[in-house]
């Protein structure tokens, strides 16, 4: 069996051929400034939706790392003239020689409204990289309302030293431009800036707001195997575990009555010390437990049906909490917490394919929450020469999936019906089979009802 990192992606898009590649995206341009020019001439601000908006942006990354966090900021030149106030000939341009100046006033910017405390310690920021990309002309008259300021991109990194792996990092964002997307009547709110938060090798979607600015992470419960759910044990087939104790006087009394059963004096003080040993026996069933073969298929008695869905809701969540990892490798081997080694390949997949949004550009979402609706128990029973405990489950759920790019989020929940099936393993219980038997796209919203479940 290949390794996920060793595979192949198969949902990669194909290239499109050189003269195509010209002609396509020019045709679809001419299209799309032409529904901008009518939206933006109606009050409501229609153009807003297109994607991405017309208005400040900001793509907003943050890294931690053992010694240090990293802050990345890619935002168009509106979102930076938001923050800072930096002379320049042309409105629309930054030209080599204002550059400079830009990078230092967005640093200074950084160091006075943003707060990164790593343990307790304000830390000032270190500048590792600045550039600026100037507008692409021809997509400039998709943006009637900010032109060239909507187009062209600054970029600011900036590191956050740390002596040591950082265990609780508090995080304050400062600035909130007016939501470009605001489409009703009177002054627009301050926009959401979410950000993508990397650490410990998984990547969530935090938000900060004007009322809500800040947000603490906590390396002992934010880490990605911190969040995987326990699943209940599983006594192994084939053994009956005995307290310890207990086991010690039944076996040394049977024995002994099997050695003494010529000679009858001692045959009847065996008799006589009978319930004194169950007696002993009765008080130990509290002591260390002591595995032993079982000859009377006693070991491992069927879950009855709420006994079964209590093992199946952690293995079921645990499958999408494996995706919270960005590394295929680690997403594969997490997988393994749930899955049987046989449906690795396939589930993997499965699970993959629901989170790429093919109308954002191919996009893979975040997992926000996994609501299971309705489960059933359909049936237990026994497998193989060992008589492990198999049992089949049909579920129900909903997938909110989030894609951050261009400042905003496109949010996407997908509605699931499968059959699946789960078996007893050394190691504890798996999902060993899995049948889809329907999915589909939820456009309404979530039911206030269904968040805590």
């Not at 290239?15 to 009518?38: C, F, M, N, W, Y």
């Not at 590792?128 to 009637?144: E, K, N, S, V, Y």
């Not at 809500?212 to 390396?219: A, F, Q, T």
């Amino acid at each position: 069996m290949r390794h996920a990192s060793e595979r192949r992606d198969p949902y990669r898009r194909p290239r499109v051929p050189t003269r195509r590649a010209g002609v396509l995206p020019l045709i679809a341009l001419l299209v799309a400034a032409v529904v901008v020019s009518e939206a933006g001439a109606l009050e409501t601000g229609t153009g807003a939706a297109l994607d991405p908006q017309d208005g400040p942006h900001v793509d907003l990354s943050v890294a931690i790392e053992d010694g240090v966090v990293s802050v990345q900021m890619h935002m168009n030149l509106a979102f930076a003239d938001h923050l800072v106030d930096v002379a320049r000939e042309s409105p629309d341009e930054v030209h080599a020689v204002e550059q400079q100046s830009l990078q230092a006033a967005l640093a200074a910017w950084a160091r006075r409204e943003n707060v990164v405390a790593i343990d307790g310690i304000v830390v000032d920021p270190v500048v590792t990289g600045f550039r600026f990309a100037p507008a692409d002309p021809m997509l400039i008259p998709l943006f009637p309302r900010y032109g060239p300021r909507a187009v062209a991109r600054v970029s600011l990194l900036l590191d956050y030293p740390a002596k040591s792996p950082p265990q609780r990092v508090r995080l304050v964002w400062g600035a909130f431009p007016p939501d470009a997307s605001w489409m009703g009547e009177g002054e627009a709110p301050p926009q959401l800036i979410r950000a993508r938060l990397a650490a410990g090798g998984a990547t969530e979607l935090i938000t900060f707001s004007a009322d809500e600015p800040e947000h603490v992470w906590h390396g002992a419960t934010d880490l990605p195997g911190q969040r995987f759910q326990e699943v209940p044990d599983v006594a192994r087939p084939g053994v009956l575990p005995l307290p310890a104790v207990s086991a010690g006087l039944v076996a040394t009394w049977l024995l002994a009555a099997f050695a003494l059963r010529r000679r009858v004096a001692a045959r009847r003080l065996l008799l006589w010390l009978g319930p004194v040993v169950l007696l002993g026996a009765w008080m130990g069933r509290g002591t260390a437990v002591v595995a032993v073969p079982d000859p009377f298929g006693w070991a491992a008695p069927l879950p009855d049906a709420t006994e079964a869905l209590a093992i199946f809701r952690p293995l079921h969540a645990n499958i999408y909490r494996a995706f919270d990892y960005t590394d295929p490798g680690d997403v594969y081997d997490a997988l393994q917490r749930s899955v049987d080694g046989e449906l690795l390949d396939s589930l993997y997949d499965q699970v993959y394919r629901g989170l790429i949004m093919q109308e954002h550009g191919g996009a893979v979402a975040s997992v926000q929450a996994v609501r299971l609706a309705e489960t059933s128990v359909d049936a237990t029973g026994r497998f193989g020469d060992e008589g492990r405990v198999v049992f089949s489950v049909t579920a129900r759920w909903q997938v909110d999936g989030v894609v951050l790019h261009w400042g905003h989020t496109h949010e996407r929940t997908n509605e699931y019906r499968a059959r699946y099936a789960v078996v007893q393993r050394d190691e504890g219980w798996r999902i060993a089979g899995s049948e889809v038997i329907e999915s589909r796209r939820i456009e309404t919203s979530i039911p206030p009802e269904w968040k805590d479940l």
